[in-house]
């Protein structure tokens, strides 16, 4: 089977960047150019507090909507947190789950996330699981091993029927926001291990079906060789995905790439 089956996701993370009303700015001007094309599937993700006032810019573009986190659980006491259903109610579609930030400052475990990722398949959210080494387990050559062990962990019951809802993120963490990149490369051969491992787990039909992202400072000039890599189905973007124009550039490689 080939690449073909799967449209591009370019997918911004904005992390703890844009108040509502600079939200809105910057989608607007990404809605000019992206909102009304469907090659490549648009994604971005602001925080919490810009999801309402940007879904009512996007309600008529072909732009979707994502979160950076959620709660597994449907409500009760758990103070600043959110569930699915809450952010269903705002029109999100996605959902960032395990982003090494989280992991890192956050204690976030696999076994955990898996929860989420359990809850946001069951509130109709696409988790987008996050998987990636560090620079000290790169170095000791233990990336496959810990990517296997993440992507197990987290995707650990996920019924097979729901497994076309899943979007990986593969995000080196030692390439995130550092300005340092795997090389297309050093990327392609840990997408095909959780593509082998995604076979493993839900047969090869919809492992063929299941997007994989690469993370880690995806910029104009170096996603388009990247995206090019048969198993890389787009990007998970960080700070190139707060300029427009930067974010706009990613978008048309990917489309390129389709066309
Ligand atoms: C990210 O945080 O998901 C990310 C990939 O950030 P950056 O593009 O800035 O490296």
């Known amino acids: 089977m080939s690449k073909a089956v799967r449209k591009y996701l370019i997918a911004g993370n904005w992390k703890m960047n844009k108040n509502a009303a600079e939200a809105v700015d910057l989608v607007k001007e990404l809605q000019l150019e992206a909102g009304d094309q469907f090659l490549v599937s648009v994604l971005v993700c602001p925080p919490f507090t810009a999801l309402e006032s940007v879904a009512g810019i996007i309600e008529d573009s072909s732009i979707h909507l994502g979160a950076q986190n959620m709660h597994p659980e449907p409500s009760g006491a758990y103070t600043g947190e959110v569930s699915a259903e809450m952010l269903r109610h705002l029109f999100v579609t996605f959902v960032i789950l395990g982003h090494s930030e989280r992991r890192q400052y956050f204690n976030e475990t696999d076994a955990f996330i898996n929860t989420k990722v359990l809850a946001a398949l069951n509130g109709s959210l696409k988790p987008i699981v996050c998987v990636g080494e560090t620079l000290e387990e790169r170095e000791a050559e233990r990336t496959l091993e810990v990517v296997s062990s993440q992507v ?18 593969y995000e080196p ?87």
């Open 152 to 169: 197990k962990g987290c995707l650990e019951g996920v019924p097979e029927e729901k497994a076309d809802q899943l979007v990986i993120a």
């Open 173 to 259: 963490v030692w390439a995130i926001g550092t300005g340092k990149t795997a090389t297309p490369e050093m990327a392609q051969e840990v997408h095909a291990l959780i593509r082998g491992l995604l076979k493993e787990q839900f047969g090869e039909v919809m492992a063929e079906r299941i997007r994989i992202l690469y993370g880690g400072s995806m910029k104009p000039d170096n996603a388009y060789e990247l995206l090019s890599q048969e198993d890389i189905d787009g990007g998970l973007i960080g700070g190139a995905s707060l300029q427009a124009r930067a974010f706009l550039k990613i978008m048309e490689s990917a489309r390129a790439l389709s066309s």
